[in-house]
């Protein structure tokens, strides 16, 4: 039996939704897929459906960006540590560039995020834990800086903590 279209377009969002590192490539191969893969069906996208492809990459960029921005993920096998979080907005924001898709709601997460590391870092490194900073101060500035996060009062804390520059 031949799958329907719905099914089909269902499955090529669930593979840009929970495309692991790389939305942005799972989008377009979605979309050449659908629309001029030789073994595809062809289709004629409206913007509707562009636009629900879309939101899915983009949901699946906000969870690769606060998935290390979490303290809770430290032990897991995913965690990367704030220099993945700032390697994928970076890859966020080029994406919205390229799309014309507007980045501010994965930005006000993504800026909560950093807010609640932050403080969590500080209060944890201040009874004695290890850091889970893994970038420069300069790293985490300049993106906390695009997030629109303060973090120079915290500079005195963290800026030992960071890679040296």
Known sequence: MKPDLEE??????????????TPEIALHSALYYLTRAK?????????????????????????????????DNRHTAAYRGPARSIVNYARFIAFCSRQGLDAGPVRREAAEALRRFLSREVEETGRGRTSLLNCTFLQLSEFAAALGVEVDRFREHLAPLCIAE
């Open 8 to 21: 089909i377009l269902e499955n090529e969002w669930y593979l840009v939704r929970y495309s692991g590192e």
């Open 39 to 71: 073994d595809g069906p062809h289709l004629e996208l409206d913007a509707e459906r562009r636009q629900w492809l879309q939101a899915a990459a983009l949901t699946r960029f906000a969870e690769i960006i606060v998935r290390d921005l979490l303290h």
